[in-house]
């Protein structure tokens, strides 16, 4: 690879007028209204949460344990009985409610998501921005989808069928710690909207911001215990699957095996949104410039924590060293800062296991042989989490970073020479949640979207047109999860299908149980004929 810029070139100025202390304290007449919403005996003990980009004390958060689980699933079976009642465009007036109340609302939203998680403001608003989206949708769909439709009976004019959706009961949430705002609600929504009551579980990290999502709920118009929150690690998440009707989860492939499997047990249906170790395509055709500009929201939104996160650059050999000029000037620009406002775009990494699972893969990487190209540097004079972000070439295949899922601002470069090669390698990976690739030419490059192995792809984008379409099912293949959300799968992953079928003609001689009364095996010869005929009718 031709291109060679300086190899400790780091991007990002820490902002000097900071004064992460004055900006990150939150005062106990802030938190507690939300904490009294967690379902505890506080028997449990409370755990310290720490404000990643700058170290301060936020919360002493008081914990769940497994009798408090049972309490809120029994509390949310009870409200659930009236809610489902409750006719559906009531409930999705809950959500047309909560759209405005987010947005009317997200300063403070915003500031809570940015001292829980650490992200920049503009990470924080993507969430906002993505709420309302689901909010709106399900709003304006929810009824539609949730209509009985009717289908082509057994006998036709004879048998009227009916397929209804019908809510599970209570739904178990367990939602991360990357995006507290969105990935709290992107399934309670839908769960809710449907008639169930929800259990929710969000990680003990950004437990704070899932609180604040139930109150605007609540203040949305959401009856009193529809929506339950337990506070909590593995075990208290362990003990919901124990007790729900259907588990929504979002986190790492390994706990989606674990749910999945106890799922499998107790023959509760999952849906599991999991790691990804997603690839971007760069074609000889694409537009450099923008391609670049794309390359880097895509990679280091959210300082790459981001499930749909590009980890994977493959770029066709003929551009490759035009677009990594491109590419490695705007990373170089990037600026890293704790900021409570627009002015950083990017924030600090969530814990410390975080970065040190980004530290180990890019020290492996370099052991192996890799060359840094950009970054590669904890940026503790930024704060205590900040890593910079991160340019790879040379990555061998058999690198941690070549293979697993690095979950921080760390991409690799692979050249290919052609498309052909770039389906081969992009689709090297157990994962398969998100691709991009970059074309003038979309009908090749939809062609080519095809060859992918991928739940979303996204074309001259790189992730957020996919995501954002949330009428769209959005999801993984192998072990980047199982089911959708979003759209009508989102909605129909958290009801049960029941089909009613009434039959018409009872004491007209033309009833099933009379057919099949004839004697002589006459009924069977009619049914025969009436089969036959069917089939040369052409009828479905
Ligand atoms: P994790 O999967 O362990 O935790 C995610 C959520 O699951 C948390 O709320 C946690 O309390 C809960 N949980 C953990 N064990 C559980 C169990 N046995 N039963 C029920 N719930 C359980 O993820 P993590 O430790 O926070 O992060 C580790 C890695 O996971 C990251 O490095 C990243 O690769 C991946 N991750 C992916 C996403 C995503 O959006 N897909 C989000 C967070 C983490």
């Given at each position: 690879?031709?291109?060679?810029?300086?190899?400790?070139?780091?991007?990002?100025?820490?902002?000097?007028?900071?004064?992460?202390?004055?900006?990150?304290?939150?005062?106990?007449?802030?938190?507690?209204?939300?904490?009294?919403?967690?379902?505890?005996?506080?028997?449990?003990?409370?755990?310290?949460?720490?404000?990643?980009?700058?170290?301060?004390?936020?919360?002493?958060?008081?914990?769940?344990?497994?009798?408090?689980?049972?309490?809120?699933?029994?509390?949310?079976?009870?409200?659930?009985?009236?809610?489902?009642?409750?006719?559906?465009?009531?409930?999705?007036?809950?959500?047309?409610?909560?759209?405005?109340?987010?947005?009317?609302?997200?300063?403070?939203?915003?500031?809570?998501?940015?001292?829980?998680?650490?992200?920049?403001?503009?990470?924080?608003?993507?969430?906002?921005?993505?709420?309302?989206?689901?909010?709106?949708?399900?709003?304006?769909?929810?009824?539609?989808?949730?209509?009985?439709?009717?289908?082509?009976?057994?006998?036709?004019?004879?048998?009227?069928?009916?397929?209804?959706?019908?809510?599970?009961?209570?739904?178990?949430?367990?939602?991360?710690?990357?995006?507290?705002?969105?990935?709290?609600?992107?399934?309670?929504?839908p769960a809710l909207v449907a008639g169930n009551a929800v259990v929710l579980k969000p990680d003990?990290?950004?437990?704070?911001?899932?609180?604040?999502?139930?109150?605007?709920?609540?203040?949305?118009?959401?009856?009193?215990?529809?929506?339950?929150?337990?506070?909590?690690?593995?075990?208290?998440?362990?003990?919901?699957?124990?007790?729900?009707?259907?588990?929504?989860?979002?986190?790492?492939?390994?706990?989606?095996?674990?749910?999945?499997?106890?799922?499998?047990?107790?023959?509760?249906?999952?849906?599991?949104?999991?790691?990804?170790?997603?690839?971007?395509?760069?074609?000889?055709?694409?537009?450099?410039?923008?391609?670049?500009?794309?390359?880097?929201?895509?990679?280091?939104?959210?300082?790459?924590?981001?499930?749909?996160?590009?980890?994977?650059?493959?770029?066709?050999?003929?551009?490759?060293?035009?677009?990594?000029?491109?590419?490695?000037?705007?990373?170089?620009?990037?600026?890293?800062?704790?900021?409570?406002?627009?002015?950083?775009?990017?924030?600090?990494?969530?814990?410390?296991?975080?970065?040190?699972?980004?530290?180990?893969?890019?020290?492996d990487a370099i052991a192996r042989g890799a060359r840094i190209l950009a970054g590669g540097v904890?940026?503790?004079?930024?704060?205590?989490?900040?890593?910079?972000?991160?340019?790879?070439?040379?990555?061998?295949?058999?690198?941690?970073?070549?293979?697993?899922?690095?979950?921080?601002?760390?991409?690799?470069?692979?050249?290919?020479?052609?498309?052909?090669?770039?389906?081969?390698?992009?689709?090297?990976?157990?994962?398969?949640?998100?691709?991009?690739?970059?074309?003038?030419?979309?009908?090749?490059?939809?062609?080519?979207?095809?060859?992918?192995?991928?739940?979303?792809?996204?074309?001259?984008?790189?992730?957020?047109?996919?995501?954002?379409?949330?009428?769209?099912?959005?999801?993984?293949?192998?072990?980047?999860?199982?089911?959708?959300?979003?759209?009508?799968?989102?909605?129909?992953?958290?009801?049960?299908?029941?089909?009613?079928?009434?039959?018409?003609?009872?004491?007209?001689?033309?009833?099933?149980?009379?057919?099949?009364?004839?004697?002589?095996?006459?009924?069977?010869?009619?049914?025969?004929?009436?089969?036959?005929?069917?089939?040369?009718?052409?009828?479905?």
């Amino acid at each position: 690879m031709g291109y060679e810029p300086g190899a400790h070139a780091v991007p990002g100025p820490l902002d000097p007028e900071v004064d992460a202390a004055a900006t990150y304290l939150l005062e106990p007449e802030e938190t507690a209204p939300l904490l009294a919403r967690i379902v505890t005996s506080h028997e449990e003990g409370t755990r310290r949460v720490v404000a990643p980009a700058t170290g301060h004390v936020l919360v002493d958060l008081p914990l769940s344990g497994p009798d408090d689980v049972t309490r809120a699933v029994d509390r949310a079976r009870d409200a659930q009985v009236a809610w489902a009642a409750t006719d559906v465009r009531e409930r999705a007036a809950v959500l047309l409610r909560l759209h405005d109340h987010v947005l009317d609302h997200q300063s403070e939203v915003l500031d809570l998501i940015q001292r829980e998680s650490g992200k920049s403001r503009a990470s924080a608003f993507e969430e906002v921005a993505d709420v309302a989206q689901v909010a709106r949708h399900y709003g304006r769909r929810a009824a539609a989808y949730l209509e009985p439709r009717t289908v082509r009976g057994m006998l036709p004019l004879l048998t009227r069928t009916t397929v209804a959706r019908l809510p599970v009961g209570v739904v178990g949430v367990i939602s991360p710690w990357n995006y507290p705002l969105t990935l709290a609600l992107a399934d309670v929504l839908p769960a809710l909207v449907a008639g169930n009551a929800v259990v929710l579980k969000p990680d003990p990290q950004t437990t704070l911001t899932a609180l604040w999502a139930a109150a605007a709920l609540e203040e949305a118009g959401l009856p009193d215990d529809v929506l339950q929150v337990v506070a909590g690690g593995g075990e208290v998440g362990a003990a919901l699957v124990d007790e729900v009707d259907h588990i929504a989860f979002t986190g790492s492939t390994a706990t989606g095996r674990v749910i999945a499997s106890r799922a499998g047990e107790r023959l509760i249906g999952a849906t599991l949104e999991l790691g990804g170790k997603n690839p971007l395509y760069v074609a000889a055709d694409a537009d450099l410039e923008v391609a670049a500009l794309g390359a880097v929201r895509a990679c280091f939104s959210n300082s790459g924590q981001l499930c749909m996160s590009i980890e994977r650059l493959v770029l066709h050999e003929d551009v490759a060293e035009e677009f990594l000029e491109l590419f490695l000037a705007r990373v170089l620009a990037l600026r890293l800062s704790p900021a409570l406002d627009y002015t950083a775009d990017v924030g600090s990494l969530t814990s410390s296991a975080q970065l040190a699972r980004v530290e180990t893969h890019v020290h492996d990487a370099i052991a192996r042989g890799a060359r840094i190209l950009a970054g590669g540097v904890h940026r503790t004079d930024v704060g205590p989490l900040f890593y910079s972000p991160t340019v790879l070439a040379d990555v061998p295949p058999h690198a941690l970073c070549a293979q697993e899922e690095t979950f921080g601002p760390v991409v690799s470069v692979v050249l290919v020479s052609s498309d052909d090669e770039a389906v081969t390698v992009m689709n090297e990976t157990e994962h398969g949640l998100n691709a991009s690739i970059w074309s003038r030419d979309t009908r090749r490059a939809r062609a080519l979207a095809a060859r992918v192995r991928a739940g979303t792809v996204n074309v001259n984008d790189g992730y957020a047109a996919a995501w954002g379409s949330v009428a769209a099912p959005m999801g993984g293949f192998g072990a980047s999860g199982q089911g959708r959300r979003h759209g009508r799968e989102g909605i129909e992953a958290c009801t049960e299908a029941q089909t009613v079928s009434v039959q018409r003609g009872v004491m007209s001689g033309a009833s099933l149980d009379e057919l099949f009364a004839l004697p002589d095996g006459q009924g069977q010869r009619l049914l025969t004929g009436g089969l036959r005929l069917l089939r040369t009718l052409r009828l479905r």
